[in-house]
């Protein structure tokens, strides 16, 4: 299989910088006159995905929203990974997985292993165990052309507590795990598979991504504050390989499929300029 680098920097090219969130939390489903339960999330779900797979480079299903629903919830995140796929849409997990030796690499399996019902082409992941905690879920990624997006600068408040704290070495912890994700993809070609998440609302925070090399997952736009003009301003000469998302800004938008499909023209126009 072709490298999750590659396949992402083709699918941006073709359908344009966009991915959209599939959130099926209770505000949304009840905005769509949906009930709070399995019949509401699969009729959610299975309509984004119509709507979408076809047409935007990826979809970003959040895990804990279909897990609350017990096993049957997690039968329509399978059914959605694999529609989202075979539409030809990148599915990026969002599941901020983080642990250590067997359970990681349990989890690297669930998730990044072919044959696996949960196989998805990236998730995303939470550092701060140390980095070295990921080894088993990076491995696993390089092995199966999966790719990784490592929690760098999140845009929640209690953020850069942990983020922005100087380590021993003189540089902040988000900015150590950014450089470690960038030796990762060195020498990658077009793209590396191993990207960071940094939200669209951090503002100006004197942190370098110029030397990823990987792909940049960026939450925040639309509802949450984020604008696509900050893009440029944000990650600078580092913007070809951003991936912005878009969750409620679109997902409010439906339940029509014309609906949602607008919304999404709307937002990848944007970006599309800004970038």
């Known amino acids: 299989m072709e490298s999750f680098g590659t396949r992402l920097h ?47 480079a990826a979809l970003k299903p959040q895990s804990a929203f279909f897990e609350r629903h017990g096993a049957r919830g997690i039968a329509v995140l399978e059914s959605v990974v694999r529609d989202a796929r075979a539409a030809g849409a990148l599915v990026i997990l969002d599941v901020k997985r983080g642990d250590i030796g067997s359970t990681m690499a349990a989890y690297a399996k669930a998730y990044l292993e072919p044959g696996s019902p949960l196989a998805v082409d990236a998730v995303t992941v939470s550092p701060y165990l140390g980095f070295g905690s990921l080894s088993p879920i990076i491995d696993t ?70 030397g990823l090399n990987g792909p940049i997952l960026v939450p925040g736009l639309g509802t949450q504050g984020g604008r696509p003009e900050d893009l440029r301003r944000i990650f600078g000469a580092a913007t070809a390989g951003v991936v912005p998302s878009y969750s409620r800004e679109v997902l409010s938008h439906g339940p029509s499929v014309t609906g949602l499909r607008d919304a999404a023209d709307r937002a990848l126009e944007a970006c599309r300029a800004a970038l």
């Open 10 to 56: 083709a699918a941006l090219d073709e359908r344009g910088p966009l991915c959209v969130g599939i959130d099926p939390h209770s505000q949304l489903l009840a905005h769509w006159g949906l009930d709070d339960d399995l019949v509401g999330l699969e009729k959610f779900s299975r309509t984004v995905v119509e709507a979408l797979a076809g047409r935007i």
């Open 141 to 210: 990624a390089a092995a199966h052309g999966g790719g990784v997006f490592v929690l760098a600068l999140t845009s929640n408040p209690e953020g850069p507590q942990v983020q922005h704290a100087i380590t021993t070495e003189g540089v902040t912890v988000a900015q150590t795990m950014v450089d470690a994700v960038a030796e990762l993809n060195a020498g990658a070609v077009p793209l590396g598979s191993f990207g960071v998440v940094v939200g669209a609302t951090i503002g100006e925070t004197a942190h370098d991504i110029s």
